[in-house]
């Protein structure tokens, strides 16, 4: 994955960081689901996904598979795409209010946009779209993450790339103290 | 006048007879010839496995076995590892430590396995168990080094402390500190899983240097290179070590302290690590690579020629793991070199890659299997094979005991044929009569699974993915392989017909996990009411299953015999189909 937002990253625009070229923000092949449509609705073979699972291989991650474990996932993707520390590959995700939490491999998204469409998926929640003057104003959500200061960062307000070198966990606030973010 | 049968023995006799008697499965059986025996045999059991955690209860085992000095315990299911497993799911140990305090003071060693062990728990082991001499943590989760210092304080006798592939939560380095001065017995560290912060070097280097009898020392990613040569000549009686990183800058003092230090290692056999390693400072391991048994290159993004020419200087090894960078080509040279091979793991160097970026075919284990006779077990991750390769394989290797393949894309048929890979993997069960672990990939229908139940009666644990057409390939297992243990299925077209139907075989079995197949609701509920004994695990994030139709297939199921009952510590996404839970529905 090249990163070529180090210019970009100081221009001031309109739109998600990283999300400099819209086409790259598609999966790169049109019948690609993503890893949150694959888990939810599973594999089975009597439904009209059929005539998508008959398709060559569709290249989509489906959780478990391949049989690796993250702690060596981690490992060596960490050196491979010189991502310092390897601390942006599985993380925990919690949403304020859930009993529990879990766990997504940021590897597995290119871009803010495929992650928030993600994390929507997989909690059932609307984010919405992220501004840099208003952050999620008006959406009832707001997507935060830990970094590696130990501060509580806004999902959105770096580049892609440091963002996924710098993030320890996520938490999607929720209710009056999400609201509030976006008018700091 | 009592009668005396001619067989009768004083008990302290029987006793010393047992106490040869080792293994489980015979103290077992030696438990059930009579009520004396049974009576005599559970006072001087000392050792205590339980594979699943919820099988059975901590007051059960402390009834039946009073005075054990050690207890192995296992939580989660495999496919944990595998992210398949929600965080919270269960597998605590507190509950088992809780009882095991004060019914098992003189406890000195403890093994757990996929569990959740809290810094409270570990607290209770420092302070309850006072004479402990083993602690192995494989692959546990929920402490941090609070709980580690607790441990490092507390247990004066500690020989082993093994924190193999668990998540630790860094809070402190200086938890090695709480190690007091006066403690020199430490036998085996194992720490290799820790993170930055987690490992204070001054600590960990004063402890190495007054543990004499030190023999295992697996050390963390942060170590630096430059380190290790000081710590090694400090542990020069070791047999097993671990590097941290393995990369830094050429310097020409570095490099021959490095080699001094290994050199002066005589009794060094196995090495792992070698994380970020760069093939310059891999010539300063060659003193020591014709005694290597051992050697873990898995986290090394070494390439060929430099890995193949380290490989060709260990001809002693009987144990390689190894990235697949070593390619076709090297392990053709593996396969000439280690004539004493036993066991082969090659991990993929890029699992999510759509297109291969080494060259590690069929090929390449068709040679390890041909040049290295007493190969027993074996992981290999690749991208191609055929039913042909297979055959020559299951033919060179008749005494395979594990034999776990992975085709990193499913459902890939034979590459040559493009035939399913059902003749391969017959021809492994049908020749390897001592199979005990096999894992499946590629494209698979019934008939694989036909050949699995004719042939691999000494079967215990077969994992699926992506395979089978039908239910009949569930039921041919499930009839067939009498010695199975457990079996574990993800993505596959098989639903209720078999599993009702072979109902009673699952209380043969440790467990069963099955996640996105097609198992109903109403199965699990039928089942659930038809076998008491079998705790019946339905996994939803979606919601509680009342919410849907009977017909409607469950997204996780696991099951488990038990004779502890449904367990309590459950998560809002787990429901036990039990008798109560399907009345209550009805």
Redo the contacts between chains.
Sequence with gaps: MENDLNLKATELRLGLPGSDEPERQMTPRPNKRTLSDIV?E????TTEEDHQDNAP?A?V?????????????N??QG??DEVE?GTGM?V?VSVDGA?????I?L??YRSYPQLLLALENMFKLTIGAYSEREGYNGSNYAPTYEDRDGDWMLVGDVPWEMFISSCKRLRIMKGSEARGLGCV | MQKKTAYSFPDEILEHVFSFIQSDKDRNAASVVCKSWYEIERWCRRKVFVGNCYAVSPTMVIRRFPDIRSIELKGKPHFADFNLVPDGWGGYVLPWISKMAGAYPWLEEIRLKRMVVTDESLELVAKSFTNLQVLVLFSCEGFSTDGLAAIAAGCKNLRELDLRDSEVDDLSGHWLNHFPDTYTSLVSLNISCLGSDDVSFSALERLVGRCPNLRRLLLNREVPLDKIANLLSRAPQLIEFGTGTYAAELRSDVYSNLVEAFCNCKELKSLSGFWDAVPAYLPVIYSVCSRLTSLNLSYAPIQNPDLTKLVSQCPSLQRMLVLDYIEDSGLEVLASSCKDLQELRVFPSDPFGEEPNVSLTEKGLVAVSSGCPKLQSVLYFCRQMSNAALVTIAQNCPNFTRFRLCLLDPKIADYRTLQPLDVGFGAIVEHCKDLRRLSLSGLLTDCVFEYIGMHAKKLEMLSVAFAGESDLALHHVLSGCESLRKLEIMNCPFGDKALLANAAKLETMRSLWMSSCSVSLGACKMLGQKMPRLNIEVMDEKGPPDSRAESDPVDKLYIYRSVAGPRFDMPPFVWTMDEDFASELS
């Design positions: 939810s599973g594999s089975r073979s291989p290249k991650q489906i959780v478990g598979w391949p049989p690796v474990r993250s702690y060596r996932k490992c060596l050196k491979k520390g599985y925990k009993p529990y939490l879990r766990k491999d590897k597995v």
